[in-house]
T-cell receptor, first 112, second 117 residues
Framework: DTGVSQNPRHKITKRGQNVTFRCDPISEHNRLYWYRQTLGQGPEFLTYFQNEAQLEKSRLLSDRFSAERPKGSFSTLEIQRTEQGDSAMYLC??????????FGPGTRLTVL | AQKVTQAQTEISVVEKEDVTLDCVYETRDTTYYLFWYKQPPSGELVFLIRRNSFDEQNEISGRYSWNFQKSTSSFNFTITASQVVDSAVYFCALSDEYGGSQGNLIFGKGTKLSVKP
């Protein structure tokens, strides 16, 4: 299966620790998106890459968050000094051109 | 500003009933896309349909049908003869993409559908 994959699927961390998530998009997709979903809500846009260029960041992406897509393939999302409010499902999606976005299974983050 | 409203938080039906999930959107753009995604208990969002703002034709795919009405800014989703496997959270989403823009999705809060046997 060549869908979008995300690792890890679950992450439990203590407040103040740094965490990093990885997303591997569908191989021919040049666009990659990160979203955050909290319980009972729809996904909210965080940031967007076209190839290796980060072209848009949401106001939700505070200074503690950083995302990279160094070679235009996989992407990482790092959260520094995690807070309990960061607990959420982090979703990655990819697409090619004007087509629909395909989502990965998500990484569920729990900050204790 | 763009916004998607799914007024129905939860719906419960008995198997074989028809059910309609409502979606109302707001946008100032004249060109945009509308989507429906399904999120089963496993958590992964599954793409169901995409419509562009120029195409108001209704669409049917098996037991699923979609009614897009620009005049009321609505994009409703109907499941005919519902089945237990249809139980999931359904999200309506809006994208301003046309041509080369970013295309990030604006989601509603979702409607949780429970289909009981």
């Amino acid at each position: 299966d060549t869908g979008v994959s995300q690792n890890p699927r679950h992450k439990i961390t203590k407040r103040g620790q740094n965490v990093t998530f990885r997303c591997d998009p569908i191989s021919e997709h040049n666009r990659l998106y990160w979203y955050r979903q909290t319980l009972g809500q729809g996904p909210e846009f965080l940031t967007y890459f076209q190839n290796e260029a980060q072209l848009e960041k949401s106001r939700l992406l505070s200074d503690r968050f950083s995302a990279e897509r160094p070679k235009g393939s996989f992407s990482t999302l790092e959260i520094q000094r995690t807070e309990q409010g960061d607990s959420a499902m982090y979703l990655c999606a990819s697409k090619e051109g004007g087509n629909e976005q395909f989502f990965g299974p998500g990484t569920r983050l729990t900050v204790l | 500003a763009q916004k998607v409203t799914q007024a129905q938080t939860e719906i419960s039906v008995v198997e074989k009933e028809d059910v309609t999930l409502d979606c109302v959107y707001e946008t100032r753009d004249t060109t945009y896309y509308l989507f429906w995604y399904k999120q089963p208990p496993s958590g992964e969002l599954v793409f169901l349909i995409r419509r562009n703002s120029f195409d108001e034709q209704n669409e049917i795919s098996g037991r699923y049908s979609w009614n897009f009405q620009k005049s009321t800014s609505s994009f409703n989703f109907t499941i005919t003869a519902s089945q237990v496997v249809d139980s999931a959270v359904y999200f309506c989403a809006l994208s301003d993409e046309y041509g080369g823009s970013q295309g990030n999705l604006i989601f509603g809060k979702g409607t949780k559908l429970s289909v009981k046997p």
